[in-house]
């Protein structure tokens, strides 16, 4: 659609909201009394509310940029699990005990929610392409540029 019409390409990482089954989990462990890590929790991600997400759709309909474009946007900050699990934690006022859990164990719960999925019929969020995000050092954005062309901010 290049030269036909303008588009706008969004490139969100890791969202997060009402509704969000996997960061639900993550809350129900953190509850519970315990925040699982992947390896030792250290592999850096970015995140975004998804309330932010839509609101920079709005603000792009509202006022289109004059020409094509790609945003990468998120919070802010740069994360890694065990830094998200103490978030989590203190919003819901709970001292989480950290399990750093070997990713070959992450791995074999993947294949095996993949299974019951299979089985079941029923989707699963844990399969062997969320460990693939997971292993990931370093899985960071920012949306400084969207900021700096748009006046958008988190």
Not at 26 to 51: D, H, M, R, T, W
Not at 97 to 108: A, E, G, M, N, V
Not at 130 to 143: L, N
Request: aromatic share 12%; proline share 6%; glycine share 6%.
């Amino acid at each position: 659609l290049s030269g036909k019409m303008r588009t706008v390409i969004l490139r969100p990482p890791v969202l997060y909201g009402p509704y969000d089954k996997e960061m639900f989990a993550l809350f129900k462990s953190i509850q519970k009394g315990f925040a699982p890590l992947f390896s030792e929790g250290k592999n850096q991600l970015s995140v975004c509310y998804i309330k932010d997400v839509a609101d920079c759709i709005v603000s792009l309909i509202e006022k289109a940029p004059p020409q094509d474009e790609i945003y990468c946007l998120d919070d802010g900050h740069v994360h890694d699990w065990r830094s998200l699990s103490m978030d989590l934690a203190e919003v819901i006022g709970k001292k989480p005990r950290f399990i750093s859990i070997p990713p070959i164990l992450f791995k074999f719960g993947a294949y095996f929610s993949e299974l019951y999925a299979r089985w079941s019929g029923k989707a699963q969020i844990f399969t062997q392409n969320k460990i693939k995000e997971m292993e990931q050092k370093s899985w960071v954005c920012g949306y400084k540029r969207l900021s700096e062309t748009r006046d958008w901010k988190p």
